[in-house]
């Protein structure tokens, strides 16, 4: 078993999705079809958790939530709210930045089925728990989804009993970070309307709320983000 050290793209801990993925290189020559990498700013106060790469889309891009139609609302209100440059996310290369947010997956590596096993979940946890020690900045996190929920839990070595996942939830940690909850923004939510925009909306204007209220961030739109953050480099 690879220890916490294993760099990400070489992982090959659980043998379905590794196997899984090497079929897929085989059968896809110009899919990425490797781990997916977290995109976005390594220190952003906004982290976003999702299932795992889709097998067109984050498995083919490189980029989660890219290609498939589970990021069609979620850039769409990145871009709305100020977290990114542009509604649309199109490949791992089209330019696009996301401000002050990082997304991730709390599952790596595409899934059959888009369904990880239990024991897929909990092992592949190495990765998110590093991720979410080594930016102490992230203080809001959205979990995706139930999955992703609990995966943040145990990432932050905290009982699932501390906060239970409903849709709109808000949960204050105990070391002071936020952690919201949302349906996940998939095809199945959004098309059977689990999910509906102005939902998803509302669970943005909540981040936000936070945002301004506990970080000072008073940034309003995509354009005037990317110009702060422009002086703020040079
Ligand atoms: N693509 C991702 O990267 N994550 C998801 O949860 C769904 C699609």
Not at 9 to 31: I, M, V
Not at 154 to 166: D, H, I, M, N, V
Request: with cysteine; aromatic share 8%.
């Amino acid at each position: 078993m690879p220890s916490t050290l294993t760099p990400l793209l070489e992982c090959r801990a659980c043998p379905r999705l590794a196997a899984f993925l090497d079929d897929c290189r085989r059968e896809r020559p110009g899919y990425h079809a490797r781990p997916v990498e977290p995109f976005g700013d390594p220190k952003a106060t906004l982290l976003i958790v999702g299932l795992a790469p889709g097998y067109h889309g984050a498995n083919r891009s490189g980029r989660p939530f890219t290609g498939d139609y589970a990021g069609v609302l979620l850039y769409s209100t990145l871009h709305r709210f100020g977290f990114a440059s542009r509604p649309q996310s199109v490949s791992a290369d089209d330019g696009l930045q996301l401000i002050d947010c990082r997304i991730t997956n709390a599952v790596k590596c595409v899934p059959p089925e888009n369904k990880p096993e239990t024991g897929e979940i909990r092992t592949c946890n190495r990765f998110l728990a590093s991720e979410l020690a080594a930016s102490p900045e992230a203080r809001i996190i959205l979990a995706l989804g139930l999955v992703a929920h609990n995966a943040v839990l145990q990432g932050l070595t905290l009982q699932r009993s501390t906060c239970k996942f409903a849709h709109g939830a808000r949960h204050v940690l105990p070391d002071g970070r936020i952690l919201h909850d949302s349906y996940h923004c998939s095809r199945y939510n959004t098309q059977t309307r689990r999910l509906t925009e102005p939902a998803f909306h509302a669970v943005f204007e909540a981040i936000r709320a936070d945002l301004k209220t506990k970080f000072q961030w008073r940034l309003t739109s995509a354009s005037s983000a990317l110009s702060a953050a422009a002086v703020t480099k040079n």
